[in-house]
């Protein structure tokens, strides 16, 4: 059985009967790098966030298995110690916490409650020096560790420094929004890289994202493309350049009639 | 007991018995009600009472002078010679009221003036407190440290504090106000800083859960002056405290941050001005509030610019984070400006933790109460960072913490 299984995934935006996914089915495996391309509003950021567990939405109907536990059944902080990770489109700045003690306090919740059960926190050094191999590899001044995370990064800043908490926690399945977003071609370049580094038979990871861009860097195994709150049409890396010459719009019409 | 100072007692008394307990009609007490408070029920403290003083924060280290004020009077007074070789003055305020009466007449009850109630009601009936007069050009790195406690239930404490810095002089004072017993506590802080004096200046008020605590802090601010003042308010049943400052000469800097964590039924009240009646002045003031439980707090705040007051830079800000339905902050912010060309600026929120900042940090594995704490205390860091000393910082925010539960 693939590791993530989606099945007739519905969701609402909370609170009201405004419906953005309308059932989704989806299975990948670890080792696997899915993208999933779209329009705006087909709902592509929805399934990211209710993937991770975001108040604003609410799942109606479905299932989301992930290493054979039911997602749906946990808050976003259990997801993450499950395995799961986003990288958000828009981070968040968390003024007054440092880069290096907000992803201390992140990988010492991922270690505590292990086998034993105990704390087990990671020694300082030993994450020192993890952390600043990972700010190497993403091209991050070694300073940016004691500033407040995100707390006047520009949007390319950003995006490599959810990457590099994405590093530091070792997810099995990364779900990467719109990552490419705000990167100029030097950005991509280095963010694309340090997935691809991480990437590994442990780990599967689900692409999220308007353009094709990034698929030059990141090698997709397949791609399903969204329209409306539905997966219309899935296939290999070669129907990123379809959809370049044809656009969402005519491939939406085409499998409506089809 | 010199003459000139049973006169300004006297003056004192006069405007006490005039002046009424305030009501919420008062501008400065519309958020703040007394209706609840039985005055009588307090017993003025007028000697010390003997004994050991708890609960500080910020004592720990190395003083250039040390005092606590228990109930009605100093119990511990040191000073350390190497500083008071520098002709630097610092001791009990009633135990140098003679000696030092020229350092003292100009001062005391000239910068806080006896037209307000408490101010007018400490003026005549305060019994002891703290001298503090840096000469001119003097430094002194250590800094100095005054606690005040109620020993005994139901006293009465009024304290009284002289703070002057002569022209270039630099010092740090550290004023807590300790838990001890439930009581009143009636104090006023006269601070005067003459030309290129630079003064830090941290208040912690720690009351009792039952204890009454007003107070007036005015400073005066010359020429190029600065003023660094930190507020950390976390105590106390009804608290009502003014902090003023006056920037009188051109080019002074005032800057006011404050912390407060109100839980419980706590009332929290902060009065505060921001005086230009100089040209080419700064002033800045940062305070934000955590608000559990049924707690309250209410800030306001008046931005005055003088004539003449040119190139005034005035900036206020009040951010309150409520972690409580029935939580209440009320902020007020005020400008009063009678000059063109200056930049004044203002803000003021109330909000709860933003749920989606929240999910941010839940979906780093981070559990939810402790991704609370941690927007909790990233929040109030802002205001803290603005504090110079390392240590002084970190104290203040582990004690703080202490209050905020995990929810």
Not at chain 1, 49 to 56: A, N, R, S
Not at chain 2, 9 to 21: I, K, P
Request: with cysteine.
């Amino acid at each position: 059985m693939p590791d993530l299984v989606i099945r007739n995934l519905h969701a609402n935006i909370t609170d009201t009967d405004t419906e953005i996914l309308k059932g989704i089915d989806l299975e990948m495996s670890k080792g696997e790098i899915h993208a999933i391309m779209g329009p705006n509003g087909s709902g592509k950021s929805t399934l990211s966030h209710v993937l991770m567990g975001h108040p604003g939405y609410e799942v109606t109907e479905g299932e989301v298995m992930f290493e054979g536990v039911n997602l749906l059944d946990m808050a976003a902080d259990e997801r993450s110690r499950a395995g799961l990770f986003l990288s958000f489109q828009y981070p968040f700045a968390v003024p007054g916490v440092t880069v290096a003690n907000f992803i201390r306090m992140a990988v010492n919740a991922h270690r505590k409650g292990g086998p034993d059960g105990a704390d087990n926190p990671v020694r300082i050094p030993e994450f020192r020096k993890q952390l600043m191999e990972a700010m190497e590899m993403l091209e991050i001044d070694k300073s940016m560790a004691s500033r407040s995370l995100n707390d006047g990064f520009s949007g390319g800043e950003k995006k490599r420094f959810e990457i590099l908490q994405m590093a530091m926690l070792k997810p099995r399945l990364a779900i990467l929004d719109e990552t490419d977003s705000g990167l100029d071609i030097d950005a991509l370049r280095i963010v694309s890289g340090g997935i691809n580094a991480l990437m590994g038979p442990d780990m599967g990871t689900l692409i999220i994202t308007h353009y094709q861009r990034i698929l030059d860097y990141v090698q997709p195994d397949r791609i399903h493309v969204l329209v409306d709150g539905r997966i219309v049409r899935s296939g290999g890396a070669e129907l990123a350049k379809e959809l370049e010459t044809t656009g969402y719009a005519e491939m939406a019409n085409k499998e409506a009639v089809s | 007991m010199s003459t000139w100072l049973e006169e300004r007692r006297a003056t004192a008394a006069e405007q006490n018995e005039a002046l009424g307990v305030p009501s919420l009609s008062d501008e400065h007490w519309r958020f703040t009600s007394l209706r609840g408070v039985d005055f009588a029920a307090f017993t003025p403290a007028v000697v010390a009472t003997a004994g050991e003083a708890t609960g500080a924060i910020l004592a720990e280290g190395d003083h250039a002078g040390r005092i606590v004020m228990r109930d009605g009077g100093v119990v511990v007074d040191e000073f350390s010679a190497e500083v008071s070789a520098q002709g630097v003055v610092f001791g009990s305020l009633a135990r140098l009221a003679d000696d030092h009466a020229a350092l003292i007449e100009p001062l005391l009850g000239t910068i806080v003036g006896y037209d307000e109630k408490f101010a007018a009601e400490n003026g005549a009936l305060w019994t002891d407190g703290v001298l503090l007069h840096v000469p001119a050009g003097v430094k002194v790195q250590l800094p100095f440290h005054v606690a005040y406690e109620i020993a005994t239930p139901a006293a009465a404490q009024q304290w009284r504090m002289l703070i002057s810095l002569g022209e270039g002089a630099e010092a740090t004072l550290v004023e807590e106000h300790l838990p001890g017993q439930p009581g009143y506590a009636n104090g006023v802080a006269e601070l005067q800083l003459a030309a290129t004096a630079h003064l830090t200046y941290v208040v912690v008020q720690d009351r009792h859960d039952e204890t009454v605590h007003f107070a007036a802090h005015r400073a005066e601010i010359a020429k190029d002056a600065t003023l660094e003042w930190s507020a950390c308010s976390i105590g106390a049943k009804t608290g009502k405290t003014r902090m003023e400052t006056r920037l009188t000469g051109e080019g002074s800097t005032g800057r006011l941050s404050a912390v407060y964590v109100v839980d419980g039924k706590r009332h929290l009240d902060l009065d505060t001005t921001q005086e230009h009646d100089a040209p080419n002045a700064v002033s800045d003031l940062a305070f934000k509030g955590v608000l559990l439980d049924s707690a309250r707090s209410v800030w306001r705040g008046v931005i005055r610019v003088a004539e003449g007051a040119q190139g005034t830079d005035a900036y206020q800000e009040n951010r309150n984070l409520m972690l409580s339905p029935t939580a209440r902050a009320d902020s007020i912010p005020g400008l009063e400006i009678d000059t063109n060309d200056v930049r004044c600026t203002h803000g003021a929120t109330a909000g709860p933790v933003d749920p989606i900042l929240k999910f941010y940090l839940m979906s780093r594995g981070i559990p939810q109460a402790e991704a609370e704490r941690m927007i909790v205390e990233g929040f109030l860091e802002e205001a803290l960072e603005r504090i110079p000393d390392l240590r002084i910082r970190e104290a203040l925010t582990t004690a703080i913490m202490r209050r905020v539960p995990l929810v």
